[in-house]
Structure formats: structure tokens, C-alpha cells
């Protein structure tokens, strides 16, 4: 007889854990022990600032109407979905995507878990691009998919001939990130362009379609002129993944949807739309929250203000610079992937001592790194700086005042 009551799966998830949950947890035992004041958490990429006016004035318009909390389509309501299509329209994301080709979900991750849910069978395969969300590896998995790494280069871009060389007869999907989390790398049309030529050319040689998972929560947070390209836009078989958690700060609000590329090889678009939308159900989502859709229908084209990201961005670049450290320019979202100057675990453990919480890089499949979050209030980014120019000097041997 035995005592388990966590299916084991389960339990190694748990064990191996999220690093980013893991640090977050142990901030808040910092802070209840030395004081919030003292304590800087930049682990965790949790919006800190208000939503933007257009989405609170909805907001307050659609709480008070009567009749509106009860199920709808699991699919999402029809004129939420209209006017989420009628913006990828007007923005060039895709060229005539309709609303029937689009799925209100939970959120980006209920997003990827339902495509994973519809495309996977047992013991295939999805190529995840290295350094990744720490999550991914848990959802395919979930889903009986078997995970494949593809590193990106040196500067955390595509390396095309590494993803070709992971690609098998049992590969179903490969999915991309971009703005990347933790890199904060955007991917370039011509990096993308290539991605799509060598995922058509192995789709035809394999005699299966290889799909593309994009997962884009970030793309309105950038900092170059360059304007986004969605890698979803590039090539035909793919599914966008998107959520309004980091664009309009309401992270807890989960509300995000899958849009299909209208160009996708299939032979029964009325089975692919229904299979994704009894995923949602089945997972347990059942649908997207009522009085978020249409608070979304109402401010979809609002405005995102990343003038305090800059100004955190800022901050934060000057004081790696002063000390020293290695990072990688992010061109987008609200982090900062940096190379440890000694190792990993010994700067992770140096910084906590420190009270600097940051996540370490063997989390999102990268070792030697760490990410800084800046996704928080102002005072925590400026007393990260003294503790990061701290421990660059302790390293280098010099007396850091007590």
C-alpha cells in the first residue's frame, strides 16, 4: 500500500517548480523579516502600474449593466471577437482575419495550452527556443508532448540551423516568444522569413504540417523604431498566443485570445475552431470571463504609455554598466538578461544575501545568467541598483559598507 496522494508527474512539476514563483515567495519572507524597505524583488514580471483610462472607464460602464456575468459561446462572445479581428485587420497582422477565426481564452497561457491541447497527440514533439518562458516545458508536457531545445545564438537571436537540427518526424509544432522573455530579444522579419522557408520546406519533406506557436504578450513594449513583426504573420500554419496582462497591466484579470492565421492548411476549419474551443472547456476554462471581453471590446485600441518602462530601463542599464556586468540590449518587454560574473549559483546566493531577488538562467534553459524584472515601483529599481553596484564591488574584493 502506498501513501501518494500527487500523481507523480505532478510532484516533480512542483519540485522542480517555477524559479520565478519560487523567488517571488522568498521575498516575501525577506520582507516579513527585514522590512519591505529593504528588500528589492525583481523577480517577478508583474505589471505595477495603473491600466490605462479607456479600459477603467469601460470597465465601470460594463459592471453596471444587468444581465451580462452568464456563459457565452465557449469560443468568446461573436462581436468581442469581431472587434479584436477588425484590430489585427487595421494593424496588419493578418489580411482578413474574421471573428470566426479567433478564441477568447484565459489569458496568453490559457491561449497555449488549448492549441497544445488541440494539435498534440502522445509522445510528439514541440521545439521551444532557448532561453524560454519557464513555464512552457509544463504545459507541453501536460498535454503529452515531448519538449525539444533549440538554443538561439550569441545574441539571443533565431539560429535557424539549430532548429533544423532538432526537427524530427516527430515534431508537431515549434514555439517562439518574441519579445522574448527573459532575453528581451525581438525577432527581425528576416530571422522570421527564414524560420517560415525551413518549417515549409520540412513540413512538405516530413508530409505533415509543422505548426507555429506564437506567444506575444510583450509586443507592445518595445524600444526600437523597428516596427513588430508578429512571427505568426510570417508563415502560414500558425496560431498567435495573446494576452492584455503586460500591455495594459492587468495581469490578474487573465483575458487574452488565439488568433488563427486565416492562411492555415486545413481541411475542416469547423473541427479546428470547435476542438479549440472544447479544449477551453474541457481544460476547465470553459470561456474567457464575461465582463473582461467586453471591457476589451470597448478599449481594444487603446494607447500603451512604456514611458516609466524606459525610464526603469534606463536606471537599471546605467547601474550594469557601472558594474561591470554582461547583458543583452533588451529590444523589447520589461527585463533584463544578464550574465553572472561568477557562477550561477553563487551569484544567485550572493545576491540574496544582498536581498536582491532575481531569477537564475538555468531556469529558462540558459545557465550562466539571470534576469532582472523592472516591471516594478520606481523605489525598488533604485535600491536594486545600489545592490547590484554592491555586489559587483564584493566581487571585485572591495569593502562594501555593512
Request: proline share 5%; with cysteine; glycine share 6%.
Amino acid at each position: 500500500m502506498t501513501d501518494r496522494v500527487v500523481a507523480e508527474h505532478i510532484a516533480r512539476y512542483f519540485t522542480s517548480g517555477s524559479a520565478i514563483r519560487r523567488m517571488f515567495e522568498e521575498g516575501l519572507r525577506l520582507k516579513a523579516s527585514h522590512g519591505a524597505d529593504a528588500v528589492a524583488d525583481l523577480s517577478i514580471g508583474n505589471p505595477d502600474f495603473d491600466p490605462p483610462p479607456e479600459f477603467l472607464e469601460a470597465l465601470q460602464r460594463v459592471a453596471a449593466l444587468k444581465g451580462h456575468h452568464a456563459y457565452m459561446p465557449n469560443a468568446g462572445y461573436p462581436h468581442v471577437r469581431g472587434r479584436i479581428a477588425d484590430y489585427l485587420n487595421q494593424h496588419r497582422y493578418f489580411d482578413g482575419i474574421t471573428r470566426d477565426k479567433i478564441i477568447m481564452t484565459t489569458g496568453a497561457a490559457g491561449a497555449l495550452n488549448i492549441v497544445l491541447a488541440t494539435l498534440l497527440a502522445r509522445g510528439e514533439e514541440v521545439i521551444v527556443i532557448a532561453p524560454y518562458f519557464v513555464e512552457y516545458r509544463f504545459y507541453v508536457e501536460a498535454h503529452a508532448g515531448v519538449v525539444r531545445l533549440a538554443d538561439t545564438d550569441d545574441h539571443f537571436d533565431l539560429d535557424i540551423d539549430r532548429i533544423a537540427g532538432a526537427i524530427t518526424d516527430k515534431t508537431r509544432a515549434v514555439m517562439v516568444n518574441s519579445p522574448n522573455n527573459p532575453s528581451g530579444r525581438v525577432y527581425s522579419r528576416s530571422s522570421l522569413e527564414k524560420l517560415a522557408a525551413l518549417l515549409t520546406a520540412e513540413s512538405e519533406r516530413r508530409g505533415h504540417p509543422i505548426f507555429l506557436i506564437s506567444d506575444e504578450p510583450y509586443r507592445e513594449i518595445l524600444y526600437t523604431d523597428e516596427a513588430f513583426v508578429s512571427p505568426a504573420s510570417v508563415y502560414r500554419n500558425s496560431f498567435m498566443c495573446y494576452s492584455w496582462s503586460k500591455s495594459f497591466s492587468i495581469s490578474g484579470e487573465r483575458i487574452g485570445y488565439v488568433a488563427i492565421n486565416p492562411s492555415l492548411q486545413t481541411d475542416d476549419w469547423g473541427l479546428l475552431i470547435g476542438s479549440l474551443a472544447m479544449c477551453n472547456r474541457s481544460l476547465g476554462f470553459v470561456n474567457a470571463p464575461a465582463l473582461m471581453q467586453k471591457v476589451i471590446a470597448e478599449s481594444v485600441d487603446a494607447r500603451v504609455d512604456i514611458s516609466h518602462y524606459r525610464e526603469k530601463r534606463e536606471l537599471l542599464r546605467q547601474a550594469l554598466d557601472d558594474g561591470g556586468f554582461e547583458y543583452a540590449d533588451p529590444d523589447g518587454t520589461f527585463y533584463f538578461f544578464v550574465r553572472t560574473p561568477e557562477a550561477e549559483v553563487d551569484f544567485i546566493d550572493r545576491a540574496r544575501k544582498h536581498l536582491l531577488l532575481v531569477v537564475p538562467g538555468t531556469d529558462f534553459g540558459r545557465p550562466g545568467y539571470f534576469r532582472i524584472s523592472y516591471a516594478a515601483p520606481r523605489p525598488t529599481i533604485e535600491l536594486a541598483c545600489r545592490k547590484l553596484l554592491d555586489i559587483a564591488k564584493e566581487i571585485a574584493g572591495e569593502k562594501v559598507p555593512a
